[in-house]
């Protein structure tokens, strides 16, 4: 579960077709690419086949479909991240300002290119390792010049290496590869529809969800 929580951390978005920041909705793919099938077993849980990414003012909400997250709210006022998988009933959180014991290695620009959504996207590499577990893993994110990102909303927010990524690329991941070992999960954007701030509610749908729940856990 670790492995996708940290894949599902890294999509933080914000976008503008000029330079504010957005709000609205960017609709993703999500795919398991085997690097040598020959060496492969079971393929690992998806935390869904695709996902529809709602942000608004540095906060967002992720709702996933066919898989084993159900969402994940992030909330940059509180600090508190929260995640539910489809089939529990507890509700988790933890305080975005730690780093869940993933341990940055690097951080660095890399030569890959590649279009998507009709924009030239160049990317950067994050290599980590998960300290309990003792996996390292990789990460790759591509980006365009727009849309763009507000970095300093999400500035001492450690959790899933969100500062350190945005104050890289000042702007969202178009896709983002999540590397380990024979395996890359694959998160790519096939729709981005802007949304008036005034007309969308992540925080209603939040409570909703929430109350839902019979279990609350939490690390502070």
């Keep these: 579960m670790k492995l996708i929580t940290t894949l599902c951390l890294s999509l933080w978005i914000s976008f503008s077709w000029a330079q504010e920041s957005f709000s609205g909705v960017v609709h993703y793919r999500i795919a398991v690419i085997e690097r040598n099938p020959s060496l492969m077993g079971s393929k ?28 994940e709210y992030f909330n940059t006022v509180e600090n508190k991240y929260y995640l539910k998988s489809v089939d529990s009933d507890t509700f988790q959180y933890y305080d975005s300002r730690e780093d ?23 990317s950067i590499a994050l290599t980590a390792q998960n300290l309990s577990l003792g996996y390292h893993y990789r990460m790759k994110f591509y980006y365009a010049d727009q849309p763009r990102v507000d970095a300093s909303v999400f500035k001492g927010h450690k959790h899933g290496f ?32 802007a949304i ?24 502070e």
């Design 44 to 71: 690992p849980p998806l935390p869904g086949e695709t996902s529809k990414f709602y942000y608004k003012n540095g906060n967002y909400l992720q709702m996933f479909a066919g898989g084993v997250l159900d969402f």
């Design 100 to 122: 869940d014991d993933q341990k940055l290695i690097k951080l660095e620009s890399h030569p890959d290119t590649k279009r998507i959504l009709g924009k030239r996207c160049t």
């Design 162 to 193: 969100i500062d350190q990524v945005y104050g890289s690329t000042g702007a969202i991941p178009l896709e983002i590869d999540f590397e380990m070992g024979e395996i890359i999960i694959r998160m790519t954007a096939i729709k981005i529809e």
């Design 196 to 219: 008036p701030a005034e007309k969308l509610s992540l925080g209603a749908f939040f409570e909703k969800k929430k109350k839902e729940c019979l279990i609350i856990e939490g690390e």
